[in-house]
């Protein structure tokens, strides 16, 4: 076997280059997955690097809350939180940099200022450090769990237990990267914990606490038990993606909303906690949500 160009690489970059048709077996590109068999050839390209340049987009943010030091918005769903892969422009990285010319020192390049994210069709509560203090400080309480995540979920079924809690490890998917699952080697503990709210016909609205912060780590509990978030493209099942209300409303988006945010402020350690206004979109299913 021959392998050229893969020193110094990390192995979520050169997963990146197979998906993108940069490495070859015996010539040709294959998927991640391929089993190479011996005298194979493989030859990896890795492309020169390009210069990234974000140019500040002036896109209307939701703030719920700034100061100095942070600012809190509410996410609309359908917005990617910072460039990557197919999206280079129209992030909420973007906005913010219109909006405060001090985060393009904070955090490097591409993160200037975030500390968490939410998927792009999650909508909900987000907080974005302003200074390297309060990135410090913030990215501190998230790695030691500290901060209080409550998240509003509709999915599919009626969830029968009034409260309950979901165990079980997230990891990658050997056969599929860039999706996440339980039962996988190498899983990392998670925990989420569930309450019902409503039971509507063939749904449930659920309000969730997260115990830990795995990548999709709602949307792939829910569906281990058997009630995957409606509208998820991903890990619903295929019946399932799409849903038409007896309204006529069809969704198209995952029905998760990171409904409210708590922790300590990096200048006054005092205990904040901030609510999203849950979005039309969601309301229309669900009917009015309070508490």
């Keep these: 076997m021959f392998v050229s160009g893969l020193s110094g690489l990390s192995r979520a970059r050169v997963q990146r280059l197979i998906d993108e048709g940069h490495v070859l077996v015996g010539g040709r590109p294959q998927k991640a997955h391929h089993r190479v068999n011996a005298g194979e050839r493989i030859r990896l390209h890795v492309p020169p690097a390009t210069p990234l340049q974000l140019t500040p987009e002036c896109i209307p943010l939701d703030i719920l809350h700034e100061d100095d030091d942070l600012i809190v918005l509410n996410k609309p769903a359908g917005m990617v939180v910072h460039p990557g892969a197919g999206r280079r422009t129209g992030t909420l990285v973007h906005a913010l940099l219109a909006h405060c010319e001090s985060l393009p020192g904070i955090g490097g390049v591409e993160r200037p200022g975030i500390v968490h994210r939410l998927d792009r069709d999650t909508s909900g509560v987000l907080v974005v450090a302003k200074t390297g203090a309060a990135q410090q400080s913030l990215s501190g309480q998230f790695k030691a769990r500290m901060v209080k995540k409550q998240y509003l979920a509709l999915v599919h079924g009626e969830v029968r237990q009034e409260q309950g809690r979901i165990e079980a490890a997230i990891g990658r998917r050997e056969h599929d990267r860039k999706r996440m699952g339980v039962r996988v080697r190498n899983g990392r503990d998670a925990r989420t914990i ?11 609205l659920l309000a969730l606490d997260l115990e830990t912060g795995r990548t999709h ?3 792939v509990h829910l569906a281990h038990i ?3 978030v409606i509208g998820d493209q991903v890990y619903g099942r295929r019946r399932e993606r799409r849903l038409a209300s007896s309204d006529g409303i069809v969704v198209e988006r995952q029905m998760l909303h990171a409904w409210r945010l708590g922790f300590y402020h990096p200048t006054t350690a005092a205990w904040v906690e901030f609510t999203a206004p849950v ?3 969601f309301l229309r299913l669900a009917g009015p949500i309070s508490g």
């Design 194 to 204: 569930y309450q019902v709210l409503r039971r509507l016909p063939g749904m449930t």
């Design 217 to 219: 780590q709602i949307r």
């Design 226 to 228: 058997g009630h995957p």
């Design 279 to 281: 979005p039309n979109d």
